[in-house]
């Protein structure tokens, strides 16, 4: 489907749920997933959640724990060094920002060709240790395994509904009866749900508007040409879309890991030969990429220069799969050359930010005359009154 096509679709089912609600959401379940659900079945109760937690196979169960343990081990650390709420004093102004979670977040899980338990440790972790008290998960119900109710279980969602695709996005958004509206959305999904997303900010919070997921490999003739092909098959892995490119300096490497890229995928990488270190480095700021390996014999001098990437993922033991799972930072990453000005998905995603301004009466009077001065300049007349009103007011000299 065209990126007009998809842009018509989402426009109608946008529609169509603002007007049907949970109808709709039953209509385009069957429709996509081929399940019937009626809108009492949405919601996926505790008692399943938690029969589904202690059902799964103890490796699984450990697995999930441990990985979870490492997602919150980082997020609280990071939540710990975050800036907090202050104030300055100066000459009768009182002067501050003050930092709040958001009410309410929704997250989406994919539910296409695999299941991603990962995704809602990575997306519903940060958002428990940042504060927010609701926090709603989607996943469409053709994917809904026991490795996602027990990684909701084990995140601390509060609320989880098999509804997925463009519907379920738009429900998160602006509500229905079934389903209450959220302050922001995040997660990944694909291009229906992404457009989805870019339709709907505004109205609602977005994260970032994910494209297919990429890596790229810098790589000098250091690297070992087997985990260099193994990581950038990994990363196509995702979807047809995705894309692996590794930029090195060494020519003998670029050969080895193209003949060592399974066959059935070669056509989603690119490779990029650099006579030298630091173009190379100018070429992977230019790519801007969702995950950034970094392969060569000294990290640290391509550290000090990269300036473009979601994630830096440092030697060879550090592939991005270690970063889909295990390492701990979120793995819902800036895409498509928006880590140009995006960051990933942290603690600091479900803040926000409130300036704190306090005048009193003495530094009214002092300042009053520059703001008038300013509204007068700009022709904005009742600016100007908001100020004289309160000029006139004998309590403000009665103060000072």
Request: glycine fraction near 8%.
């Amino acid at each position: 489907m065209d990126s007009k096509k998809i842009k018509n679709e989402v426009q109608r089912i946008i529609s169509v749920v603002r007007r049907k609600g949970d109808q709709a959401l039953a209509d385009f379940t069957k429709r996509f997933d081929k399940i019937s659900l009626k809108p009492q079945q949405f919601r996926i109760s505790p008692q399943r959640i938690e029969r589904a937690y202690r059902n799964l196979d103890s490796e699984k169960r450990r697995s999930l724990d441990a990985c979870a343990r490492r997602i919150q081990e980082f997020h609280w650390y990071e939540r710990k060094h975050l800036p907090q709420s202050w104030t300055m004093m100066r000459n009768g102004v009182r002067l501050g920002q003050i930092y709040s979670p958001l009410e309410s977040v929704g997250i989406y899980v994919p539910g296409g060709q695999y299941s991603y338990p990962s995704t809602l440790l990575m997306t519903a972790i940060p958002a428990r240790l940042a504060g927010v008290p609701r926090r709603v998960a989607i996943t469409p119900p053709v994917r809904l395994t026991d490795e996602i109710l027990a990684a909701a279980k084990i995140a601390g969602v509060t609320d989880l509904y098999q509804i997925g695709g463009p519907a379920g996005i738009v429900a998160l958004a602006i509500g229905t009866k079934t389903i209450p509206k959220v302050d922001l959305i995040v997660g990944p999904g694909n291009a229906l749900v992404t457009e989805a997303k870019r339709q709907l900010f505004g109205e609602v919070g977005i994260d970032l508007l994910a494209g297919p997921s990429e890596l790229v490999v810098l790589a000098d003739e250091t690297a070992p040409a087997d985990f260099v092909a193994a990581d950038l098959a990994a990363q196509v892995e995702h979807d047809d879309d995705a894309k692996g490119i590794l930029i090195t300096t060494s020519k003998k490497l670029m050969k080895d890991v193209q003949d060592l890229i399974p066959k059935v995928v070669q056509g989603q990488c690119q490779f990029f030969y650099q006579s030298d270190l630091a173009h190379a480095i100018d070429v992977a700021n230019k790519i801007a990429g969702e995950h950034v390996q970094i392969m060569v014999k000294s990290p640290q001098r391509c550290l000090d220069h990269l300036k473009n990437g979601g994630a830096f993922f440092i030697d060879q033991w550090s592939p991005a799969v270690m970063g889909d799972y295990w390492a701990g930072p979120s793995h819902v990453l800036p895409t498509g050359g928006s880590a140009r000005f995006l960051s990933g998905l942290s603690v600091m995603t479900f803040l926000k930010r409130s300036s704190l301004i306090h005048v009193s009466g003495v530094a009214f009077k002092k300042g009053s005359g520059y703001a008038k001065t300013m509204a007068k300049l700009e022709g904005l007349k009742f600016h100007a009154r908001s100020l004289d009103v309160r000029n006139r007011d004998p309590i403000l000299n009665e103060d000072i």
